[in-house]
């Protein structure tokens, strides 16, 4: 029969590594319910200063509830981890770290907005800009059999420091097992937040987060697997819409910024934000999608959902394809 367990949300730890010893063992088809800390190890609070930022200790980021030892898992299997609730803590913030996001250069300066939830399904950065919370972890993932420690960041075959989405309640997540048990953790709650981390965070907070884990024999996963619950995987944008910027280049990652330095361009022309609250919005609610590679050129678009905005913009700074 199946058991309930509550994992101790005081026992952390900030590396992978196959020889970490696990703090619960369970059986397939057991669930457990983790309290977890958001990544700086709850440093940031509802009072911290964008100055305060720049001075964090990052040898504490990343607390990772775990391990946990999945009875039956050895190499070669995979774990299922069945999401079945996620649950936020009434608050999060989203922050501009020095040296870090898709535009450094253009953001050197630290910023942080701490974002109002109390209604509970949206999280607001003022009167007119809203996001909805979709909670799920930033950090899912196993140890690879390998000497030593890892870091979550940044991420790896067996998973770590994913930042996807879509690791909300109703997806399961599959990882490659390479040590017994498996030894699974997970960390880095998010509130919301949009495909691609533009900025470097999303709406970072703490979560309740329960899953049931299964051990899948023999599956050989080469890197991490999910499959979502039906419906749309935008639902926030489909009734209004998305506005997109693009770019276009021969690397990548160029396209990517020239994308995302539309997109606050963009922002900031039509409904007057600042630079950087347009920059840390991009984070939290558009899209990165990857639209062409067949050509020498990449084109990459970052879709903003029209939904994120409660007011109209002012009719001189309308797009004509409205």
Known sequence: MSKFHLFPPDRVHHTWARDNEPVLEVDPGDTVFYETRDATNNQVQRDTTAEELS??????????????????????????????DVQHRGWGWTGILPDAGVLPDEFPDPHIRIWDTCDGEYAYMNDF????????????????????????????????????????AGTTLYLPVEVEGGLFSLGDGHLAQGDGEVCVSA???????????????NLELAAPELETPPGSLTPFGDEQGFFATMGVADDLMVATRDAVRNMVQRIVQMYGLSREDAYMLASVAADLKITEVVDPN??????MPKAAFLREPPEMHRLSCR
């Not at 980021?61 to 981890?81: H, K, N, Q, S, T």
């Not at 970072?204 to 899948?216: A, K, M």
């Not at 990449?298 to 879709?303: N, P, R, S």
């Open 129 to 168: 800009v809203r996001v909805p919370i979709d909670p799920f972890p930033g950090v899912m993932g196993v140890p690879a059999d390998v000497e030593g420690e890892l870091t979550p960041m940044p991420p790896r075959h067996v998973g770590g420091n994913m930042d996807c989405r879509h690791l909300t």
């Open 203 to 217: 709406i970072e907070g703490d979560l309740g987060i329960s899953c049931r884990f299964d051990v899948i024999k």
């Open 55 to 84: 001075n964090l200790n990052w040898e504490t980021f990343y607390p990772l509830a775990g391990p946990l030892y999945v009875r039956g898992a050895e190499p070669g299997d995979a774990l299922a981890i069945d999401i079945l």
């Open 298 to 303: 990449w084109i990459v678009a970052l879709y």
